[in-house]
């Protein structure tokens, strides 16, 4: 595996379920971050991670907990979900937390719906 | 603070001729720009940068960009489209904190 892989591509869940999202980063960075992408929507900002400890939550909320283990592995537990809370989430990781210059590199995303 | 706006939601051109997504932006500082390009259900991948190198900058699958301080402009152009070209743009600002525009989606018509 190369690059950002993320696990699984497509999820349908009910409102009352817990799931979990799961994203690796295949190269060395030390920076992972997750976004939501909404239809007709900027893409939004949740979490970023740098070595593995939290420096940003952009006021997400707490239905959606992260969690870092290491540097190569980010997820995103989910649990009683709400409809609105589907879209497009987006795993991305960076050499190290944005410096200006230094480019993110994107998963394919997990396309979430809630019923 | 930073901001980006695409000025074009949706862009539609006939397959060989020229591609122009617009793109402008307001940052305190001297910022990064990128373009990222999204296929459908796929990820978003990085086309090119602009890091106050060259202010024209050349990025993949023929696209290139030139950043232009006067106007706070970072344009997208492609001289012939492609089929393939078919897909959602983003413009991004970085200074550091990433900044995403709202999107152009381009159409390529046969």
């Known amino acids: 595996e190369t690059g950002v892989t993320q696990t699984p591509r497509h999820l349908v869940m009910g409102m009352t379920n817990k799931k979990s999202l799961k994203c690796e980063q295949h190269?060395?960075?030390?920076?992972m971050y997750w976004y939501k992408q909404s239809a007709k929507k900027p893409l939004e900002l949740m979490f970023v991670?740098?070595?593995?400890?939290?420096?940003e939550n952009n006021s997400v909320p707490s239905r959606f907990s992260p969690e870092c283990p290491n540097s190569s592995h980010l997820f995103l537990h989910l649990h009683t979900l709400q409809p609105e809370d589907s879209a497009l989430y987006l795993c991305?990781?960076?050499?190290?937390?944005?410096?200006?210059?230094?480019?993110?590199?994107f998963g394919p995303g997990t396309r979430l719906t809630v019923l | 603070a930073q901001s980006v706006t695409q000025l074009d939601s949706h862009v539609s051109v006939s397959e060989g001729t020229p591609v122009l997504l617009r793109c402008n932006y307001s940052?305190?500082?001297?910022?990064?720009l990128f373009w990222y390009v999204q296929h459908p259900n796929k990820g978003l991948q990085l086309l090119l940068k602009?890091?106050?190198?060259?202010?024209l900058v050349k990025g993949i699958n023929g696209f290139e960009a030139e950043f232009k301080k006067s106007e706070t402009s970072f344009h997208l152009t492609k001289p012939s489209a492609h089929m393939s070209d078919a897909a959602e743009y983003f413009c991004?600002?970085?200074?550091?904190?990433?900044?995403f525009g709202a999107g152009t989606r381009l159409t390529v018509k046969p």
């Open positions: 991305a990781s960076s050499q190290d937390l944005t410096v200006t210059g230094r480019e993110q590199f």
């Open positions: 190269l060395g960075h030390n920076a």
């Open positions: 991670y740098s070595l593995e400890e939290r420096v």
């Open positions: 940052s305190s500082y001297s910022p990064s």
């Open positions: 602009y890091t106050s190198a060259a202010t």
């Open positions: 991004v600002v970085s200074d550091p904190d990433m900044r």
